[in-house]
């Protein structure tokens, strides 16, 4: 039986190092998909309002014959939803879809700094209320730049607990990656193999061959010895466990080092660039 580690927050909760991702699972194929993945082992779930597949997630939660307190699920708040009364009641529907009376983490889904007059500081007041009410044990923001994490940390009382961002050996992301854990806030790498991007790299190949696992298997190895939160998405039953075992093998420094040399920066970007996102009018 793997043991998956725990990464320690700093509201005093901790949160499963490696989960599963749902973006872009389709709302039908959801529940068996994470359904497979509690089977595997796996038992912390990374969904948001705008996957449109909360449901599937909350139906496998309640199939599974899990303990509520055995799994941890986030989910994030949608970007049409920042204003603070369109967050309460996007939060309210989020805990209706799930089917669940609290979440263990709530995220600002993207900052958004062009839209609501770059007011993601009342949207994350809001998210602190949910914390006190104990809706949402956790909170925390993703996509969030140095300056944008600065500010809440200024004007708010709550540090975020995380900050999702996209972080892949293609994409580094140092310079916020570094800031969070200066400041306490963990960080949870979206598309940590860059949605399949980086697998045929040579570099990822030749470790791949030497420790003899597979290209995904060095990558998100390569997050965990990082201390990166990774939830890696598939709906291919091989994949979901083939990416779970990543715990009874260790990369050395080299493969460490190799895999740290691929950063294309921007270029290396699977998504848009949080500065300039700006997906609804607001
Ligand atoms: N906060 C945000 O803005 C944000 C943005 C994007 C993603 N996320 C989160 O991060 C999670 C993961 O990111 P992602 O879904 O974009 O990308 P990802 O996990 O890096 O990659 C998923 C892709 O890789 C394939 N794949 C998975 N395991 C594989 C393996 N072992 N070998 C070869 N190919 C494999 C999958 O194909 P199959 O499914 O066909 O197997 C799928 O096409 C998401 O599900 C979501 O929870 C958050």
């Known amino acids: 039986m793997t ?41 912390h ?18 199939s599974s014959g899990l303990a509520r307190d055995e799994v941890f699920i986030t989910s994030k708040l949608d970007n049409d939803s920042h204003r603070p009364d369109d967050a309460r009641a996007a939060f309210d529907r989020t805990l209706s879809e799930l089917g669940l009376d609290y979440v263990d983490l709530f995220l600002i889904h993207w900052p958004l ?10 949207t994350w007041r809001v998210l602190e209320e949910f914390k006190q009410d104990g809706r949402a044990r956790s909170i ?14 200024a004007e708010c009382d709550a540090v975020p607990a995380v900050n999702q961002i996209e972080l892949h050996p293609y994409l580094l992301n140092e310079e916020v990656r570094a800031h969070g854990e200066a400041k306490g ?14 697998l045929d790299d040579p570099v990822v190949t030749e470790i791949a061959d030497r420790v003899g696992r597979s290209p995904a298997q060095v990558v998100l190895r390569w997050h965990i010895q990082r201390n990166s939160i990774v939830f890696p998405k598939s709906t291919t039953p091989e994949r979901i466990e083939e990416n779970f075992r990543i715990f009874d093998f260790e990369l050395d420094d080299d493969a460490m080092q ?22 609804v009018s607001a």
Do not use: C, M
């Not at 948001?48 to 309640?62: I, K, L, M, T, W």
């Not at 925390?140 to 940390?153: E, K, Y």
């Not at 998504?271 to 300039?276: A, E, F």
């Open 3 to 43: 043991t998956i580690p725990n990464i320690q927050l700093n509201d005093g909760n901790t949160i499963p190092q490696l989960g599963f991702g749902v973006f872009q699972i389709d709302p039908g194929e959801t529940a068996e998909a994470v359904t497979r993945a509690f089977e595997v082992g796996y038992r």
């Open 45 to 62: 779930i990374d969904t948001a309002e705008g996957y449109g597949n909360e449901a599937g997630v909350g139906e496998a939660v309640r």
């Open 113 to 122: 700094p062009t839209l609501y007059d770059g007011d993601y500081v009342s």
């Open 140 to 153: 925390g923001v993703s996509n969030f730049q140095v300056d944008h994490l600065d500010r809440l940390i």
């Open 185 to 198: 806030i963990a960080t949870e790498a979206w598309s940590p193999i860059a949605k399949g991007e980086v």
């Open 258 to 279: 190799a895999l740290g040399t691929l950063d294309r920066g921007d270029d290396g970007r699977t998504g848009p660039h949080p500065d300039t996102f700006a997906p």
